[in-house]
């Protein structure tokens, strides 16, 4: 399971009505191979399920993870930052053994 912050829903209630996505469209939390760790994280929006989607929900935000991603994401924590150092969303993921310095890539 992923669970989020305040400050990550927050953020996520405002994209989403920027946006004007409706309440078909949820979370789609992933992992590609790529960036200075080895993984990288990627989140969008989406409203089509996937056959192998694994689905959460966690204060009111519907999130989507593929089996694959849900391995490397179990027990992860998505937060977000709008302090002086950095504005962006942030994975406190338990299962990275190392992540790169920008937060954005990670290994297991």
């Given at each position: 399971?992923?669970?989020?912050?305040?400050?990550?829903?927050?953020?996520?209630?405002?994209?989403?009505?920027?946006?004007?996505?409706?309440?078909?469209?949820?979370?789609?939390?992933?992992?590609?191979?790529?960036?200075?760790?080895?993984?990288?994280?990627?989140?969008?929006?989406?409203n089509t399920?996937?056959?192998?989607?694994?689905?959460?929900e966690?204060?009111?935000?519907?999130?989507?993870?593929?089996?694959?991603?849900?391995?490397?994401?179990?027990?992860?924590?998505?937060?977000?930052?709008?302090?002086?150092?950095?504005?962006?969303?942030?994975?406190?993921?338990?299962?990275?053994?190392?992540?790169?310095?920008?937060g954005?890539?990670?290994?297991?």
């Amino acid at each position: 399971m992923i669970t989020i912050t305040e400050k990550a829903k927050a953020r996520i209630d405002d994209l989403i009505k920027e946006s004007s996505y409706d309440e078909s469209y949820f979370l789609r939390v992933s992992v590609q191979s790529g960036g200075c760790s080895g993984l990288s994280y990627n989140m969008d929006f989406d409203n089509t399920a996937k056959s192998d989607d694994q689905f959460f929900e966690d204060k009111g935000i519907k999130i989507a993870l593929d089996m694959k991603s849900f391995l490397y994401l179990a027990g992860t924590e998505l937060d977000f930052t709008d302090g002086l150092n950095g504005k962006g969303f942030s994975f406190n993921n338990p299962n990275a053994t190392r992540t790169c310095g920008c937060g954005e890539s990670f290994s297991v």
